[in-house]
């Protein structure tokens, strides 16, 4: 996702195994938290150009073929940090909140050609990266959240089939935060 050119030929070999391209699902996400004096150059640059670039690449190697079908469906993971950051985020932060952003901007852009663009901002959830946070944090983050527990995959999933399915076909440029209510 980091690189144009193979975002675009990943793209290309998709529309030649299935025939079309319909939706997009930009998903792909790293974090690098530490606070800003201990941010080396590189922990940014990483984490703004698979959470940020990543989308702008992906995105460009579709919307050409959703402009001249006329339709299109596009959902970009973002954050509720790119909302409500954390400090010791701000490469994570200012990628997520880059991707709420682009998604509004392009939604604008593209919905006269019959093309949707929404985000995604989940909170805390089960996942690889939030198990690495030792018991003291986990507990922290839980007693944050008015549900009191962290979402799981499978709600994210629904919340993005949810925007693709033709039930929100009058949905665009919205970015629904599935944080179990931390951002309130």
């Known amino acids: 996702m980091r690189d144009f050119d193979g975002a675009k030929t990943l793209i290309e070999e998709i529309k030649k195994e299935f025939g ?3 939706i997009l699902v930009n998903n792909a996400g790293i974090t690098k938290d530490k606070s800003l004096m201990m941010m080396n150059k590189e922990d940014w640059s990483d984490v703004i150009d698979t959470n940020l670039t990543g989308v702008f690449n992906t995105t460009r190697a579709c919307i ?12 970009n993971m973002s954050s509720v940090s790119g909302i409500h950051p954390l400090p010791g985020q701000v490469n994570y932060a200012a990628a997520k909140a880059g991707v709420i952003g682009f998604t509004k901007s392009l939604a604008k852009e593209v919905a006269p050609y019959n093309i949707r663009v929404n985000a995604v901002a989940p909170g805390f959830i089960e996942t690889e990266m939030t198990a690495e946070l030792g018991d003291k944090s986990w507990k922290k983050f839980v007693n944050m959240i008015p549900l009191h527990r962290f979402g799981t995959s499978d709600e994210v999933a629904k919340a993005v089939l949810f925007l693709l399915s033709d039930e929100s076909q009058y949905i665009t440029g919205q ?3 599935l944080d179990g209510g931390l951002g309130i």
């Open 20 to 22: 079309r391209l319909d």
């Open 64 to 75: 050409i073929t959703f402009l001249k079908q006329k339709n299109g469906n596009i959902v």
């Open 175 to 177: 970015v629904l935060q």
